[in-house]
């Protein structure tokens, strides 16, 4: 199930295999073997793979709403350069049956105005538009750009031949469509959506057929997906609360440890019979490591623990170096 996942995500983004391996990191044939169901990748690797597709995957209808906010859109108008040209009175043109035609001068003047991205790799101007003396020339600018914003929300088929399947190489097109992609911010934006979106497929999508060979170590590898969710519910590449709930299917078979040097109230919390420590428990909890420590630094033969510790080395359970 997870290898035919990752290779629906490949070919959704057109990507080839040589491309996703090189860019999470792995060779081809690896690749090759883990999409056809011979090999189930550990998590490292997994979420290399997972983090490639989701760093190149595109816009879409079914993301734009997320991605294309409002406060994107104010970052995306930064990148443009409005070039002012020529005023002239506005023609108000008559035509006649024979397609003859005359005009009248309205009495307005427009100006006319270019649109051009200030980035390398445009050279030309993307748009114009022209903005009368009774027009704002603030709502004109801003029409014509979010038109151009929203492109990527249209899920009319036609529309979607024009966007590009996925982001490599995305800066050597002049298209307007790509423009998008040239705003950190909607990047990020759109890295999170699909990061969270092909996680919680991953996690709560399809389910594990008891037949498959490899259903105990595909369980294995969700199961330690599942744990990365914080706690509204998403898988973000940022951990908000940097925190990680440690199951008990989490820790079946496996030895955990933490470092209790490093390790405070406010950095852990742990349950005795099914309960929260409180505050007091864990002070007092703190003062009895503090008496470990400071039996260990001083090394006491006389003290309780340095007595446990010679009874052992002296039934044999190891020497006086350990």
Known sequence: MIGKKLKGYRQLLKLTGVT????????QPYLSEIENEKKVPPIDTFMNLINAI?????????NSNQVLTENNFKLFKKQFVVTKGETEKEKNYNYSEDGDHD????????TIYTITPNVSDYSTPIAMFNVRDNENFEIELDRVLRELYLLHSNSQEEYRELFRPNLLDFEINESSADLIYYVPQIRT???EWWYNHI?????????????NPNFNLEKELLISVSSLENDEGNFSPVSTDNSVNLS???????????DLRITTDKNIKL???GQLLSNDE???????LNGIRYNRKSNNQNSYFGRKRQKLIDEGYFDDKD
């Open 20 to 27: 996703l391996a090189n860019l999470a990191g792995i060779n």
């Open 282 to 288: 864990l002070t007092a909890l703190k003062f009895t």
């Open 248 to 258: 008990k299917e989490l820790l079946d078979g496996k030895t955990i440890t933490i």
């Open 103 to 110: 005009y009248d001068l309205t009495g307005h003047n427009t």
């Open 189 to 191: 934006s759109l890295f």
């Open 271 to 273: 349950l005795l019979d």
């Open 54 to 62: 989701s760093q190149n995957a595109p816009v879409t209808p079914e």
């Open 199 to 211: 996680l919680q497929d991953f996690v709560y999508g399809d389910k594990i057929e008891n037949n």
